[in-house]
């Protein structure tokens, strides 16, 4: 079993920082391989509790979000691949981690959405406006209404996962998005990479035409895509 990976992250606004931050990260072990996968969009509502951000603030919350949770994983890995006896231990220490940086930062909710995958089996974590689709035969959103959920199983050849940022699918409906992202027809992350241009192209030459008739913004876009290949 092999596992490919490809992002896409655009930013709408000229020479400005995008407002999602995404990470990944694979490290190679005797007992498998261990990712993890993250995309972030600074808070789910947009404001911490005490006041109102503007867009720079909201970059900042989410990259600090994205740099702690990447940190907390390139310190752990180790810990994780030699102590794990069950995927509930990295779920236990992944949520102690994410309500540390919640009280830290101050903020009601964050909106993420997150992979977790060691040896054959897999973690996912999703919360507020951030997307988890899960690919198999058909696109299955996994859930987005603003609370944290978790959901965990063996991976298979054949699965694809795509984190991503609620903006990323405007624009493209499901049935296309599914047809660009079909495991069977995708041979190498350079594939991946090239497939999720493509949607963003698309979404956005679609949204400009949205545009052209009723008053419709850019958004950013950003996303990352797993395919489980045997």
């Not at 109102?52 to 940190?71: K, L, S, W």
């Not at 996994?142 to 984190?163: E, I, T, V, Y």
Request: hydrophobic share 40%.
């Amino acid at each position: 079993m092999k596992i490919l990976s490809g992002l896409s992250w655009q930013t709408a606004v000229p020479a400005a920082d995008n407002l999602h931050s995404l990470f990944i990260k694979q490290f190679d072990s005797k007992k498998g391989p261990l990712l993890m996968a993250l995309v972030c969009s600074a808070a789910a509502d947009k404001r911490p509790v005490s006041a109102p951000v503007d867009r720079e603030q909201m970059v900042n919350i989410g990259g600090y979000f994205c740099e702690e949770m990447r940190a907390w994983f390139e310190d752990n890995y180790l810990g994780i691949i030699l102590k794990t006896r069950s995927m509930d231990f990295i779920k236990n220490k992944l949520l102690k981690e994410q309500r540390r940086i919640n009280k830290e930062l101050g903020l009601r909710a964050l909106s993420f959405a997150l992979l977790i995958s060691f040896r054959k089996e897999f973690i996912t974590m999703q919360q507020g406006e951030a997307q988890l689709y899960s690919l198999k035969r058909r696109l299955k959103d996994m859930g987005a209404d603003g609370r944290l959920k978790s959901a965990s199983g063996h991976l298979r050849p054949g699965m694809g996962f795509l984190l991503c940022s609620e903006s990323f699918t405007n624009g493209i409906s499901e049935q296309q998005m599914f047809g660009a992202l079909r495991v069977e027809d995708l041979r190498d992350e350079q594939l991946i990479n090239k497939r999720l241009a493509g949607i963003v192209e698309y979404a956005t030459s679609a949204t400009k035409r949205q545009a052209a008739k009723q008053s419709v913004a850019q958004a950013d876009r950003a996303a990352i895509y797993i395919c489980i290949k045997r």
